[in-house]
Protein backbone atom coordinates (compact mmCIF):
# COMPACT_ATOMS: atom_id res chain seq x y z
CA UNK A 1 0.00 0.00 0.00
CA UNK A 2 0.94 3.22 -1.11
CA UNK A 3 1.47 5.45 1.79
CA UNK A 4 -0.86 8.74 2.43
CA UNK A 5 2.56 10.66 2.85
CA UNK A 6 4.99 9.04 0.82
CA UNK A 7 8.42 10.13 0.64
CA UNK A 8 9.41 12.38 -1.85
CA UNK A 9 13.59 12.07 -3.12
CA UNK A 10 15.00 14.74 -4.53
CA UNK A 11 17.94 13.44 -6.30
CA UNK A 12 20.15 14.85 -9.26
CA UNK A 13 23.83 14.49 -11.19
CA UNK A 14 26.67 17.37 -10.89
CA UNK A 15 28.53 17.31 -14.49
CA UNK A 16 29.34 19.40 -17.66
CA UNK A 17 27.71 19.36 -19.46
CA UNK A 18 24.94 17.37 -18.32
CA UNK A 19 21.63 18.76 -20.77
CA UNK A 20 21.34 15.65 -23.16
CA UNK A 21 22.04 12.93 -20.18
CA UNK A 22 19.57 10.16 -20.09
CA UNK A 23 20.06 9.49 -16.45
CA UNK A 24 16.50 11.82 -15.71
CA UNK A 25 14.82 9.29 -17.93
CA UNK A 26 16.55 6.03 -15.97
CA UNK A 27 15.80 7.37 -12.56
CA UNK A 28 12.04 7.89 -13.83
CA UNK A 29 11.33 4.81 -14.58
CA UNK A 30 12.69 3.62 -11.52
CA UNK A 31 10.71 6.15 -9.48
CA UNK A 32 7.78 4.02 -11.40
CA UNK A 33 8.58 0.82 -10.90
CA UNK A 34 10.07 0.75 -7.28
CA UNK A 35 5.95 2.81 -6.74
CA UNK A 36 8.32 5.53 -4.96
CA UNK A 37 8.18 8.96 -5.50
CA UNK A 38 10.82 11.93 -6.55
CA UNK A 39 12.82 13.87 -8.99
CA UNK A 40 16.22 13.62 -10.67
CA UNK A 41 17.38 16.91 -11.70
CA UNK A 42 20.19 18.20 -13.58
CA UNK A 43 23.47 20.27 -12.00
CA UNK A 44 25.34 21.92 -14.65
CA UNK A 45 28.75 22.53 -12.57
CA UNK A 46 31.49 24.60 -15.17
CA UNK A 47 34.81 23.66 -13.55
CA UNK A 48 35.58 27.21 -13.88
CA UNK A 49 33.12 27.78 -11.51
CA UNK A 50 33.87 24.77 -8.70
CA UNK A 51 34.53 26.81 -5.84
CA UNK A 52 30.81 28.77 -5.83
CA UNK A 53 28.21 26.05 -7.51
CA UNK A 54 29.57 22.91 -5.79
CA UNK A 55 29.82 23.77 -2.36
CA UNK A 56 25.93 24.93 -2.26
CA UNK A 57 25.34 21.90 -3.81
CA UNK A 58 27.51 19.70 -1.08
CA UNK A 59 25.77 21.68 1.64
CA UNK A 60 22.09 21.32 0.39
CA UNK A 61 23.08 17.38 0.01
CA UNK A 62 24.08 17.61 3.87
CA UNK A 63 21.13 19.50 5.25
CA UNK A 64 18.62 16.93 3.72
CA UNK A 65 17.09 19.26 0.83
CA UNK A 66 18.91 16.88 -1.58
CA UNK A 67 18.88 13.06 -0.98
CA UNK A 68 21.84 12.19 -3.22
CA UNK A 69 23.65 13.19 -6.07
CA UNK A 70 25.71 11.39 -9.15
CA UNK A 71 28.55 12.80 -10.22
CA UNK A 72 29.96 12.97 -13.90
CA UNK A 73 33.25 14.41 -16.02
CA UNK A 74 34.47 16.41 -15.15
CA UNK A 75 34.37 16.37 -11.24
CA UNK A 76 34.98 13.25 -10.37
CA UNK A 77 37.77 13.36 -9.11
CA UNK A 78 37.86 16.38 -7.34
CA UNK A 79 34.90 16.10 -5.64
CA UNK A 80 36.76 12.38 -3.87
CA UNK A 81 38.57 15.28 -1.89
CA UNK A 82 35.26 17.33 -0.81
CA UNK A 83 33.98 14.52 0.82
CA UNK A 84 33.92 13.38 5.01
CA UNK A 85 34.41 10.23 3.64
CA UNK A 86 35.27 7.57 0.49
CA UNK A 87 33.51 4.05 0.31
CA UNK A 88 37.18 1.58 -0.03
CA UNK A 89 35.96 1.62 -3.84
CA UNK A 90 36.09 5.05 -4.59
CA UNK A 91 38.83 5.04 -2.87
CA UNK A 92 41.09 2.67 -4.76
CA UNK A 93 39.86 4.50 -8.10
CA UNK A 94 40.39 7.60 -6.73
CA UNK A 95 36.89 9.11 -7.79
CA UNK A 96 33.35 9.38 -6.86
CA UNK A 97 29.71 9.08 -8.43
CA UNK A 98 27.30 8.82 -5.77
CA UNK A 99 27.06 11.19 -2.94
CA UNK A 100 24.90 10.67 -0.03
CA UNK A 101 24.51 11.62 3.99
CA UNK A 102 24.99 8.61 6.28
CA UNK A 103 25.52 8.89 10.06
CA UNK A 104 25.83 12.90 9.48
CA UNK A 105 28.88 12.41 7.18
CA UNK A 106 28.67 12.80 3.59
CA UNK A 107 29.73 9.63 1.41
CA UNK A 108 31.25 9.22 -1.67
CA UNK A 109 30.94 6.24 -3.33
CA UNK A 110 31.10 4.64 -6.75
CA UNK A 111 28.76 2.50 -8.39
CA UNK A 112 31.03 2.98 -11.82
CA UNK A 113 32.56 -0.44 -11.41
CA UNK A 114 30.55 -2.84 -10.38
CA UNK A 115 27.97 -0.88 -12.82
CA UNK A 116 30.73 -2.38 -15.54
CA UNK A 117 30.75 -5.66 -14.68
CA UNK A 118 27.01 -6.57 -13.65
CA UNK A 119 26.91 -4.86 -17.65
CA UNK A 120 29.39 -7.85 -18.86
CA UNK A 121 27.64 -10.12 -16.69
CA UNK A 122 24.28 -9.62 -17.84
CA UNK A 123 25.91 -10.36 -21.75
CA UNK A 124 27.41 -12.83 -20.24
CA UNK A 125 31.16 -11.41 -21.63
CA UNK A 126 32.04 -12.57 -18.09
CA UNK A 127 32.42 -16.86 -18.68
CA UNK A 128 31.94 -17.97 -15.41
CA UNK A 129 35.07 -19.79 -13.62
CA UNK A 130 38.22 -18.38 -16.45
CA UNK A 131 39.94 -15.31 -15.65
CA UNK A 132 40.52 -13.17 -18.74
CA UNK A 133 43.26 -10.55 -20.48
CA UNK A 134 41.78 -7.47 -21.41
CA UNK A 135 43.16 -4.26 -22.57
CA UNK A 136 42.01 -0.54 -21.79
CA UNK A 137 42.60 2.34 -24.26
CA UNK A 138 42.58 5.01 -22.22
CA UNK A 139 43.75 6.32 -18.92
CA UNK A 140 41.41 8.63 -17.81
CA UNK A 141 38.64 8.71 -15.07
CA UNK A 142 36.62 6.09 -16.86
CA UNK A 143 39.74 3.71 -17.20
CA UNK A 144 40.36 3.90 -13.69
CA UNK A 145 36.61 2.18 -12.97
CA UNK A 146 36.83 -0.36 -15.21
CA UNK A 147 40.52 -0.95 -14.71
CA UNK A 148 39.78 -1.35 -10.64
CA UNK A 149 36.70 -4.03 -11.56
CA UNK A 150 38.46 -6.40 -13.88
CA UNK A 151 41.34 -6.17 -11.75
CA UNK A 152 39.54 -6.83 -8.52
CA UNK A 153 37.66 -9.70 -9.96
CA UNK A 154 41.21 -11.51 -10.57
CA UNK A 155 41.29 -10.88 -14.50
CA UNK A 156 44.73 -9.56 -16.17
CA UNK A 157 44.38 -6.05 -17.15
CA UNK A 158 46.75 -3.74 -19.05
CA UNK A 159 46.46 0.04 -19.62
CA UNK A 160 47.06 1.39 -23.08
CA UNK A 161 47.05 5.68 -24.31
CA UNK A 162 48.98 7.54 -26.07
CA UNK A 163 50.64 9.37 -23.07
CA UNK A 164 52.64 6.20 -22.03
CA UNK A 165 53.66 7.70 -18.42
CA UNK A 166 49.82 8.93 -18.15
CA UNK A 167 48.84 4.65 -18.08
CA UNK A 168 51.78 3.83 -15.67
CA UNK A 169 50.74 6.64 -13.50
CA UNK A 170 47.42 4.95 -13.41
CA UNK A 171 48.65 1.04 -13.15
CA UNK A 172 51.14 2.21 -9.95
CA UNK A 173 47.92 4.43 -8.50
CA UNK A 174 45.89 1.30 -8.70
CA UNK A 175 48.45 -1.10 -7.59
CA UNK A 176 49.03 0.94 -4.55
CA UNK A 177 45.50 2.01 -3.52
CA UNK A 178 43.87 -1.85 -4.14
CA UNK A 179 46.76 -4.38 -4.04
CA UNK A 180 46.00 -5.54 -7.43
CA UNK A 181 49.73 -5.67 -8.26
CA UNK A 182 49.95 -8.94 -10.03
CA UNK A 183 46.83 -8.49 -12.39
CA UNK A 184 47.28 -4.71 -13.47
CA UNK A 185 49.98 -2.60 -15.68
CA UNK A 186 50.60 -0.78 -18.10
CA UNK A 187 51.65 -0.58 -21.92
CA UNK A 188 52.60 1.59 -24.69
CA UNK A 189 49.81 1.72 -27.16
CA UNK A 190 51.33 -0.07 -29.83
CA UNK A 191 48.40 -1.16 -32.26
CA UNK A 192 50.31 -3.80 -34.03
CA UNK A 193 51.22 -5.93 -30.97
CA UNK A 194 48.34 -5.23 -29.21
CA UNK A 195 46.59 -7.14 -32.53
CA UNK A 196 49.44 -9.64 -33.37
CA UNK A 197 51.06 -10.61 -29.61
CA UNK A 198 49.54 -9.68 -26.83
CA UNK A 199 46.07 -10.77 -28.30
CA UNK A 200 43.95 -9.90 -25.30
CA UNK A 201 40.20 -11.57 -24.60
CA UNK A 202 38.89 -8.24 -23.94
CA UNK A 203 38.81 -4.58 -25.30
CA UNK A 204 37.61 -1.69 -23.46
CA UNK A 205 37.81 1.85 -25.22
CA UNK A 206 37.68 4.39 -22.17
CA UNK A 207 38.62 7.30 -24.28
CA UNK A 208 36.04 9.95 -26.17
CA UNK A 209 37.31 8.89 -29.82
CA UNK A 210 33.76 8.31 -31.56
CA UNK A 211 31.91 10.44 -29.17
CA UNK A 212 29.00 12.72 -30.77
CA UNK A 213 30.46 15.01 -31.52
CA UNK A 214 33.09 13.79 -33.33
CA UNK A 215 31.79 10.80 -34.65
CA UNK A 216 34.41 9.71 -37.37
CA UNK A 217 37.10 8.89 -35.31
CA UNK A 218 38.47 5.72 -33.55
CA UNK A 219 40.67 4.73 -30.83
CA UNK A 220 41.68 2.02 -33.09
CA UNK A 221 43.44 2.24 -36.75
CA UNK A 222 41.54 1.41 -39.24
CA UNK A 223 44.77 -0.31 -41.17
CA UNK A 224 45.42 -2.81 -37.88
CA UNK A 225 43.35 -5.28 -37.67
CA UNK A 226 41.42 -5.67 -34.10
CA UNK A 227 42.88 -8.54 -32.04
CA UNK A 228 41.08 -11.96 -33.55
CA UNK A 229 38.16 -13.20 -31.33
CA UNK A 230 38.44 -10.40 -29.19
CA UNK A 231 35.15 -8.70 -26.93
CA UNK A 232 35.05 -5.34 -28.04
CA UNK A 233 33.29 -2.48 -24.59
CA UNK A 234 32.90 0.87 -26.09
CA UNK A 235 32.15 2.90 -22.85
CA UNK A 236 30.77 5.29 -25.52
CA UNK A 237 27.06 5.18 -26.30
CA UNK A 238 26.00 8.02 -28.21
CA UNK A 239 26.16 7.29 -31.12
CA UNK A 240 24.69 3.90 -30.20
CA UNK A 241 27.25 2.40 -32.37
CA UNK A 242 30.71 3.96 -32.89
CA UNK A 243 33.17 3.37 -35.31
CA UNK A 244 34.80 1.31 -33.45
CA UNK A 245 31.58 -1.04 -32.33
CA UNK A 246 30.60 -0.98 -36.67
CA UNK A 247 33.90 -2.41 -37.40
CA UNK A 248 33.70 -4.72 -34.58
CA UNK A 249 30.59 -6.00 -35.52
CA UNK A 250 31.64 -5.98 -39.14
CA UNK A 251 34.45 -8.61 -38.42
CA UNK A 252 32.66 -11.02 -36.30
CA UNK A 253 33.77 -9.82 -32.79
CA UNK A 254 31.31 -9.73 -30.12
CA UNK A 255 30.87 -5.77 -29.56
CA UNK A 256 28.23 -3.85 -27.07
CA UNK A 257 28.45 0.15 -25.96
CA UNK A 258 28.29 1.58 -22.54
CA UNK A 259 24.46 2.66 -21.98
CA UNK A 260 24.02 -1.01 -20.33
CA UNK A 261 27.10 0.18 -17.44
CA UNK A 262 24.97 3.79 -17.25
CA UNK A 263 21.73 1.75 -16.55
CA UNK A 264 23.58 -0.52 -14.23
CA UNK A 265 25.35 2.14 -12.31
CA UNK A 266 22.53 4.17 -11.97
CA UNK A 267 20.20 1.45 -10.18
CA UNK A 268 22.93 0.71 -7.90
CA UNK A 269 22.67 4.54 -6.99
CA UNK A 270 18.99 4.53 -6.58
CA UNK A 271 19.00 1.63 -4.52
CA UNK A 272 21.41 3.05 -2.08
CA UNK A 273 19.55 6.49 -1.97
CA UNK A 274 16.16 5.08 -1.83
CA UNK A 275 16.73 1.79 -0.48
CA UNK A 276 14.29 -0.16 -3.28
CA UNK A 277 16.01 -2.04 -6.09
CA UNK A 278 14.65 -1.18 -9.27
CA UNK A 279 13.85 -3.95 -11.75
CA UNK A 280 16.62 -3.70 -14.71
CA UNK A 281 13.46 -5.09 -16.82
CA UNK A 282 11.95 -1.77 -16.94
CA UNK A 283 15.31 0.24 -16.59
CA UNK A 284 16.51 -1.04 -19.93
CA UNK A 285 13.65 -0.20 -22.39
CA UNK A 286 13.72 3.54 -20.54
CA UNK A 287 16.44 4.32 -23.04
CA UNK A 288 15.93 2.12 -25.98
CA UNK A 289 17.66 -1.38 -24.89
CA UNK A 290 15.55 -4.07 -25.41
CA UNK A 291 14.18 -6.12 -21.93
CA UNK A 292 15.30 -9.28 -22.50
CA UNK A 293 19.03 -7.97 -22.25
CA UNK A 294 18.15 -7.12 -18.77
CA UNK A 295 16.86 -9.97 -17.95
CA UNK A 296 19.71 -12.71 -18.40
Known amino acids: MIPDRPEYFRLGLIGWPVAHSLSPHIHQAAFQATRTY?????????????????????????????????????????????????TPEAQAIGA??????????????????????????????LPPHKKLSWVILGAGGSARAVAYALASQGHSVAIAARRSEQSQQLADDLNLASGVLTRLAWMELDYERISSQVRPDGLVNTTPAGMHPLIEQSPWPEEIPLPE???????IYNPAETVLLHRARQTGHLAVNGLGMLIEQAAISFAIWTGHQPPRKVLYPAVGLPAIQAAR
Open 96 to 125: VNTLYVKDGKLIGDNSDAPGFLNHLARLQM
Open 229 to 235: ACRVYDL
Open 38 to 86: GEYKLYPVDPAARETELLPLLDRLRSGEIHGLNVTVPHKEYLAKMVDEV
